[in-house]
């Protein structure tokens, strides 16, 4: 089972009305696919960021893997974070290196003829989500079609962006979290800034969101400042969250270390790839915290079942939209949970018909 073959391809789709958060505006959002051949089958994974991933792979990364014993993941997620010595693993390479490690394990699964989350050593059937988007370019309109789509599909928690224009709009801000909560009912209400306030904004926004309810506080300030986080965490009764841009274990045991979070976010697609999610929870769960899926849900899904120190995986529009449009069998949320599939690997098969019109590396 000795892998011949390593591609990557970029992907880049519109996105299906204007979207942005605090700190950033899109409108497009790119995929890059990485294949991983061996014995006649084929893994997948990917990561959503710039083309350049792609490059990282073809030049750096597959000459690392080819040859290689597929059952052999471990030593190929080694080799390929050496070869990323000289280039800086945070960033593109940290990507595409997160990407090719999704692409072995879906393969090694595959070959097994495993569904992925057995072959993690699942321990749960379900894996809770939460519905995640509500974008400040949204009118009302838009996030009451929204919201209320999720909730009415089961899914007893929402997210919404808030920290409009850099945090300069606060009274919109507290008006679309009133507004969310009148929409939402008795769900669990969340909210992401991207980091747009500064301490003492979010200090007193906290106590604002309160009045709402809000359970969840991502990034109220940057995800860098880690004692700015220790200090919005210790004035409120909110969780707070952050670490959706860790791209090594060091990382994430510096913010746990901290005291910076109440629940570890963690995203595959740039961590590391599956391989270093599984370790960057063992090191949450070593501090007495959960983690949090960021994004990705088609390849985040088999890994969380496998965590015991779960608390849910993000349920994002961007990329639920993407993976149900190029790919076959994401699965739909029931009850608040969504479950993986017990097809071999992580049960998602690309069509290739859909994706061809957006390629663009």
């Known amino acids: 089972m000795t892998i011949s073959a390593v591609e990557a391809s970029a992907f880049t789709i519109p996105i299906d009305a204007p979207e942005a958060d605090g700190t950033f505006a899109w409108d497009s959002t790119t995929l890059v696919l990485v294949e991983v051949s061996a014995d006649g089958r084929m893994g997948t994974g990917w990561t959503y960021g710039s083309p350049a991933c792609s490059a990282v792979v073809t030049n ?198 901290a005291g910076a979070v109440d629940c570890l976010q963690v995203d595959v697609t740039r961590c590391g790839g599956i391989s270093e999610l599984l370790r960057v929870a063992a090191v949450a769960e070593a501090h007495g915290l959960q983690v949090s899926g960021h994004c990705a849900p088609g390849l985040h899904l088999a890994p969380l079942a496998a965590i015991p120190n779960l608390r849910h995986l993000e349920w994002f529009h961007d990329h639920v939209r993407i993976e149900s449009m190029l790919f076959d069998g994401l699965p739909i949320p029931a009850d608040g949970s969504a479950t993986p599939s017990l097809a071999p690997g992580n049960g998602l098969t690309l069509r290739p018909a859909a994706a061809a019109g957006y390629r663009v590396a």
């Not at 597929?70 to 080799?79: E, I, N, Y």
């Not at 003829?113 to 989500?129: D, F, Q, T």
């Not at 008795?186 to 747009?196: I, K, P, S, Y």
Request: glycine share 12%; charged share 25%.
């Open 60 to 257: 750096d990364l597959a000459e690392e893997v080819i040859g290689r014993d597929a059952m052999d993941v471990g030593g190929c997620w080694t080799a390929m974070r050496e070869a990323l010595r000289n280039i800086g693993r945070p960033g593109v390479a940290g990507m595409a290196l997160s990407a090719v490690d999704c692409a072995l394990w879906d393969l090694k699964a595959r070959l097994l003829e495993m569904p992925l989350h057995r072959l993690l050593g699942a321990v749960r059937y379900g894996v809770p989500v939460y519905g995640s988007g509500g974008f400040t370019t949204y009118d009302e309109r838009q996030l009451a079609d929204q919201l209320s789509g999720w909730v009415g599909q089961g899914i007893p928690r929402v997210k919404i962006k808030i920290g409009e224009s850099g945090g300069t709009a606060e009274d919109r801000d507290l008006q679309r979290v009133a507004q969310a909560r009148k929409m939402i009912g008795d769900a669990e209400l969340f909210v992401d800034a991207n980091g747009a306030y500064s301490v003492g904004q979010a200090r007193r926004l906290a106590s604002c969101l309160s009045r709402y309810d809000v359970t969840w506080f991502e990034e109220p300030v940057s995800s860098d400042d880690l004692v700015g986080l220790r200090a919005v965490r210790e004035q409120t009764s909110i969780d707070v969250t952050a670490g959706e841009y860790g791209y090594d274990l060091v990382y994430f045991e510096r913010m746990c270390a």
